[in-house]
């Protein structure tokens, strides 16, 4: 299969489906990175489209990066392109929703690619790990950074020094997940979800995702001040909109609102 294959995309109802198809384990090496972003710019770009579902084939969600490319000369610090690792770990300007529906395993690069999206549905069987330690690397693709601010630090350190795997159960426990279900399940879990986010406001949908990465990092006082008085051009249209008046107009005359996106 070559690289151009890797990567399938379906967009219906204003959700796209993005799927990892790489046998055997859904590795992922540039040029897959590269199409990962494609498919991600596509999802920003394109005002049809509301939410991203990202999921793989098999028995992998992926297993990260492609130790095959490092015995053909890809680098273990390879630039990625614009979104980074996957085309999404660094994509920090994307408006727009991800879900991850995780599969099997995600395992290394996968879990942190994971990581990045917004929420995170899995099948009762997937596992979780960051293995890089015991491959002389670390998870420098958003593991070391992101697992500490989605877990108590003790079991955050444990995974990323040991390496060890969590399964769903564990990663539900710990509020990980939002959600774990039987593998024949998980896309339809994954799609109800999708179709709630479209159907609330779309100014809205990215005025959430614009406050909340502006401001998670500041303590309450700090964050307000930004809400108020930073640079948040999506939220400030979002308080002028249509949509805005839109809302409240629909919920009087009861009937459902007629969003415009503007």
Do not use: C
Request: no cysteine; charged share 20%.
């Amino acid at each position: 299969m070559s690289d151009a294959d890797a990567v399938h995309t379906h967009a219906e109802e204003g959700v796209l489906t993005i799927t990892l198809n790489r046998p055997k384990a859904n590795a992922i090496n540039v040029p897959t990175s590269l199409a990962l972003y494609a498919a991600f710019a596509r999802l920003q770009d394109d005002p049809g489209l509301r939410v991203a579902i990202l999921t793989g084939t098999g028995r992998f969600f992926s297993a990260g990066w492609d130790l095959a490319g490092a015995t053909e000369g890809e680098a273990i610090d390879a630039n990625h392109g614009p979104g980074g690792f996957g085309g999404l770990t660094e994509f920090f300007s994307l408006g727009k929703p991800v879900i991850a529906a995780v599969n099997g395993l995600a395992m290394g690069g996968g879990f942190e690619l994971a990581l990045a999206a917004d929420l995170m549905l899995a099948s009762d069987t997937a596992e979780f790990a960051l293995p890089e330690v015991k491959l002389g690397m670390v998870a420098d693709s958003g593991g070391l950074l992101r697992l500490p601010r989605r877990l108590p630090r003790p079991l955050a350190m444990e995974l990323l020094l040991t390496g060890r795997r969590m399964g769903a159960p564990e990663a539900l426990r710990w509020g990980l997940l939002n959600q774990v279900t039987p593998a024949a399940e998980l896309m339809d879990a994954a799609r109800a979800l999708a179709q709630q986010i479209v159907q609330a406001a779309p100014l809205a949908v990215a005025a959430v995702k614009e406050v909340i990465s502006a401001t998670e990092d500041q303590d309450l006082q700090s964050a307000y001040r930004t809400l108020r008085q930073g640079d948040l051009p999506v939220y400030r249209a979002m308080l002028r909109s249509h949509d805005a008046a839109e809302g409240p107009l629909a919920f009087s005359q009861k009937r459902p609102p007629r969003w415009t996106g503007r």
